[in-house]
């Protein structure tokens, strides 16, 4: 699967960004779709997870209540809908394809995700 992410940007405090993952290559409906996240001198970190069917969702407790994973399974794409921004959420943000044979299984482990994209920036400024 190749993964291509992007939608990121400048931003000030309390906006919003829509990111994009396209795939391609292999049948998009057989993983779920992770979002991780890494700022310079972190390490990378779980921000979300969408099921197979798009019926399952998790979300870090950093984020919850502010982004919204989704995604279209006929145009091969996942959306994270990042809403009321910090600062602390500027990062290189990337999605991750994770094989499941169970349609409603997630992981949050980045070992557990088989394909990665590059990062799309985020940055939230003033």
């Known amino acids: 699967v190749q993964l291509q992410a992007f939608g990121g940007g400048l931003v000030q405090p309390g906006g919003s960004l829509r990111l994009s993952c396209a795939a391609s290559g292999r049948t998009f409906s057989w993983y779920a779709m992770g979002w991780f996240r890494q700022a310079p001198g972190k390490e990378r970190e779980f921000v979300s997870t969408i099921s197979r069917s798009g019926g399952r969702t998790e979300y870090a407790d950093s984020v919850k209540g502010r982004f919204t994973d989704s995604r279209d399974n006929t145009k091969n794409t996942v959306y994270l809908q990042m809403s009321n921004l910090e600062a602390e959420d500027t990062a290189a943000y990337y999605c991750?394809?994770?094989?499941?044979?169970?349609?409603?299984?997630?992981?949050?482990?980045?070992?557990?995700?088989?394909?990665w994209g590059q990062g799309t920036q985020v940055t939230v400024s003033s």
């Open positions: 991750a394809a994770d094989f499941q044979m169970t349609m409603e299984v997630v992981s949050t482990a980045p070992a557990d995700y088989d394909y």
